[in-house]
């Protein structure tokens, strides 16, 4: 407990300083938020287009996709308000750069990963999301309780945690090999597969990304919860496989910092 | 011409030695063609869709996978070295050294395709003719037009990025401005969804816009969707393009250029 | 307080083909090299001392700086900083030293350098009371009290490193590792950054390695150098001693009245320069009276100096082995 608050503590620091840096270069921050408007017209225009069919995707309405897209939006914002961290991690393994961080002490995995955060990306995605969270919610006449919010927030937190686990792990190639740039191409791409709920998708693709590479549990599970479609085994699931995902992640940190510290120089 | 022949050959290099990341970034290119066969399938499978959008089924298929692999073609990149080069002093031995910076560029961005061509082209050829033995109405005369608008679309999507690049010597935090300034084209191209299903004003806009020609253009000739007539009209709006943004590109680079002598001394 | 055992570092790197044909090559197989950057290195070192790492580049110098502080592992050998392994990075152990390197900075760089060592202060647990004691102290030292509120952006080079150093002794660490804490700074920089080093070595009793190219550095700081080259100790001992290593000569410079041909002179001893009237001499210590006393009777002498041999010039030999291990 007294380290959690401890790590809480240093991310309040990262978040408020991160902040005041990017207030130094306000045009920065100002066309950082036009690049996340950018890409966020990208992702409306497949709702549009599903709009414009007006067809339902198996269970789901016009309406929950509404939904199910904002919180991909949502999620997506949290995600890039440190990824920044998560690129930046090639070049600075390939400068010795972690080399001043190693030497402090707490986990090397948080300092690297939360040290800067971007909130030009974080605001755009989080406004839109909700709203479009909150319409959705509305729209689709979505029960309102203390249960179904809770829960709704609980598997946004793990769809949260699942994140950062699930695409810290190509980055961590980059202790292996020197350029990276194609393996964030993919990582990126991997995630927009939520752009649509996994409906939409076939059985065994469905199944591949919910149980192999769990990259749908991120986005679909805190709405089909909601919905009341969750599986008892699918409710443990979401939460389980956050929590495996992040021991693979400090599994694997661990054993690139072990190549970082035995092959440089 | 030979300075330039050696440019080329060192942009392959350099394309070649970020084997993985090439590699990587290619097979990325894949997924959003999965997504969006994915939602259209599912779309025209459950609704009406060729009414609502006006292309066919199979057309729309096509479309998605082509504007996917012609954007990749014609995507550039060299903007952010432009802006290094301005910003970093670089740009000096570009000025003493009997080499026309814009030819410099061109020739080094062809280098850095070659790789890129090299797995795109066969991919092409495959498509085609599998729409082709699919009973697409694909004549040698159609392929000649496409292939064509292709290479005019490099050359205007390289014009295009030039002038951009060449902000820089305005602009101080131009890097993420890139950023949003790269998605929304490829947007507005039609890279992502052709743009005439959103209706007719979008679809003039397109015809009278030059960033139709990069992508949505050469995707419609092979398409069948235009006629000739529409495919001469598209053809001279191309090139009367590219004879825009060369002769702009030229101009923002002698007073750039002015600019820069006059600010760095 | 460190006892260093027999260490070794290796690391392999890939041979890049050079042209289009080497990068297609490469694609396929790349041959991987052996480098050997720190050979079978022995040493300890007292608490309070502070010693000097002399080395020309790529010497193993940082390599076993880095070992030291826990940042790379070694191939072999073994390494006892404090009780502890280092490579074992425990936080007890971090807690307990600290790193400044001339190169690298871990101060945020929009940012007034005060609220890099709030984090710090936030990172190392430290007491509100204490964190103010240590900062206004060190700052008082260090004079750059009116420098906490500036962004570090806009320091100069030499002010920047004083807030790297500032930062890295927030958690008043026992040991503390500097590698080129003065690189590229002015000399005024130089200069007042070993001041405050020395003082601060006095004060706290913090045992300190520094590596340098600069031989100021050293020659003002450290009672003792250790000397390495090509991965492998080749010195270890006061730095003083080492032109008595190499054979106690000693450099005449003798100006006369007019020009000489240099053979007159090589029968004094070994001719460095000669340039028209003056002429620098190297002679052998034990010979150093009777040249004296040849020259001043046989010549007709306008200025005459005897000098011990630059200590850079006696360590640029151990650089090319002319001198092994005694």
């Known amino acids: 407990m007294k380290k959690i608050v401890y790590y809480l503590k240093i991310m309040g620091v990262f978040a408020k300083y991160s902040l005041m840096s990017a207030l130094e270069y306000r045009i920065n921050f100002i066309t950082g938020i036009t690049v996340e408007m950018g890409w966020m017209l990208i992702k409306l225009l497949y709702v549009a287009i599903i709009y414009k069919a007006g067809t339902n995707i198996g269970i789901l309405t016009p309406d929950h996709i509404l939904l199910f897209v904002g919180i991909y939006l949502v999620l997506t914002g949290v995600y890039m308000l440190y990824s920044g961290n998560f690129s930046a991690l090639p070049g600075m393994v390939q400068h010795g750069e972690l080399d001043l961080y190693i030497v402090k002490p707490l986990s090397l995995q948080f300092l690297i990963t939360m040290r800067r955060l971007d909130f030009a990306y974080l605001l755009p995605d989080l406004a839109a999301g909700i709203i479009m969270i909150v319409t959705g919610w509305r729209l689709a006449e979505l029960p309102v309780g203390f249960l179904p919010i809770a829960g709704f927030l609980f598997y946004l937190l793990c769809g949260a945690l699942l994140t950062y686990s699930l695409f810290l792990l190509p980055y961590l190639l980059s202790f292996w090999t020197v350029s990276v740039g194609g393996i964030a191409d993919i990582s990126n791409a991997l995630w927009d597969f939520n752009n649509m709920p996994s409906l939409i998708y076939g059985k065994w693709f469905r199944r591949i990304g919910t149980y192999i590479l769990p990259i749908f549990v991120i986005t679909n599970f805190p709405g089909l919860f909601l919905m009341g479609e969750l599986s008892p085994f699918a409710c443990f699931w979401g939460a389980a496989a956050p929590l495996l995902f992040f021991a693979l992640s400090r599994a694997l940190w661990k054993f690139a910092l072990k190549r970082y510290s035995s092959a440089s120089s | ?265 | 307080m460190i006892t260093v055992e027999h260490l070794t570092k290796e690391f392999t790197y890939y041979r890049k083909a050079t042209g289009l044909r080497g990068s297609l090559h490469n694609i396929f197989h790349r041959e991987s090299l052996t480098k050997e950057a720190v050979r079978d290195i022995s040493f300890s070192v007292e608490e309070g001392e502070m010693i000097g790492f002399l080395g020309p580049n790529g010497a193993g110098k940082t390599t076993t700086l880095k070992m030291l502080s826990g940042i790379l592992y070694p191939t072999s050998g073994s390494v006892s900083v404090n009780g502890f392994t280092p490579w074992d990075r425990s936080a007890e152990f971090k807690r307990q030293i600290s790193i400044v390197m001339g190169q690298k900075n871990q101060l945020w760089w929009d940012l007034p350098a005060s609220d890099s060592f709030y984090l710090n202060k936030c990172i190392f647990g430290i007491s509100d009371s204490d964190y103010r004691d240590i900062v206004t102290e060190l700052a008082e030292l260090l004079d750059v009290k009116e420098l906490m509120n500036v962004q570090v952006r806009r320091l100069s080079l030499g002010e920047r490193m004083k807030m790297e150093i500032l930062a890295a002794l927030i958690h008043r660490p026992k040991i503390l590792f500097l590698d080129e804490p003065t690189i590229g700074l002015d000399l005024l920089s130089q200069q007042k950054i070993r001041e405050f080093l020395k003082i601060y070595n006095e004060q706290q009793k913090t045992t300190v390695i520094i590596t340098s190219h600069y031989m100021a550095d050293i020659e003002a700081l450290c009672s003792r150098t250790v000397i390495i080259n090509q991965g492998c100790l080749v010195y270890d001992g006061p730095l003083k001693e080492i032109n008595q290593l190499l054979g106690r000569r000693k450099l005449l410079s003798v100006k006369t009245a007019a020009p000489l041909n240099a053979k007159v002179w090589e029968t004094f001893g070994t001719v460095r320069e000669i340039n028209a009237a003056e002429v620098i001499l190297e002679v052998a210590q034990e010979n150093v009276k009777d040249a004296v006393s040849a020259i001043l009777s046989n010549l007709e002498i306008e200025d005459f100096t005897v000098t011990e041999i630059p200590i850079e010039e006696s360590i640029s030999r151990f650089y090319q082995k002319e001198v092994l291990v005694p």
């Open chain 2, 1 to 265: 011409m030979n300075a330039y022949r050696c440019v080329f050959l060192m942009g392959i290099e350099q394309a070649l030695e970020y084997r993985v990341s090439f590699l990587l970034s290619m097979l990325s290119a894949l997924f959003p063609i999965i997504i969006q066969t994915t939602m259209w399938n599912y779309l025209y499978g459950h609704s009406d869709a060729s009414a609502v959008f006006g292309y066919e089924h199979g057309e729309i298929l096509m479309y998605s996978l082509l504007a996917v692999i012609v954007s990749q073609l014609v995507s550039t990149g060299f903007e952010w070295e432009i802006n290094s080069d301005i910003k970093l002093g670089g740009l000096n031995k570009y000025l003493v050294r009997p080499v026309g910076y814009n030819r410099y560029r061109f020739f080094w961005f062809l280098g850095q395709k070659v790789p890129r061509i090299m797995i795109i082209l066969p991919a092409i050829v495959i498509i085609t003719t599998a729409a082709f033995l699919q009973g697409m109405p694909i004549t040698v005369g159609r392929a000649a037009a496409f292939f064509l608008s292709l290479v005019l679309a490099i050359i205007l999507n390289f014009t295009i990025f030039f002038c951009i690049g060449l902000l820089a010597f305005w602009l101080t935090d131009v890097e993420k401005l890139f950023g949003t300034i790269s998605i929304v084209l490829t947007v507005i191209s039609g890279g992502v969804f052709p743009l005439d299903i959103f209706g007719k004003t979008a679809e003039i806009l397109t015809t009278l816009l030059p960033f139709g020609y990069t992508a949505q253009f050469p995707v419609n000739i092979i398409n069948g969707r235009f006629g000739w007539e529409r495919i001469g009209m598209g053809f001279a709006f191309q090139i009367g393009w590219i004879l825009f943004f060369l002769c702009l590109g030229n101009h923002l680079w002698k007073s750039g250029i002015r600019h820069y002598s006059a600010v760095s001394g």
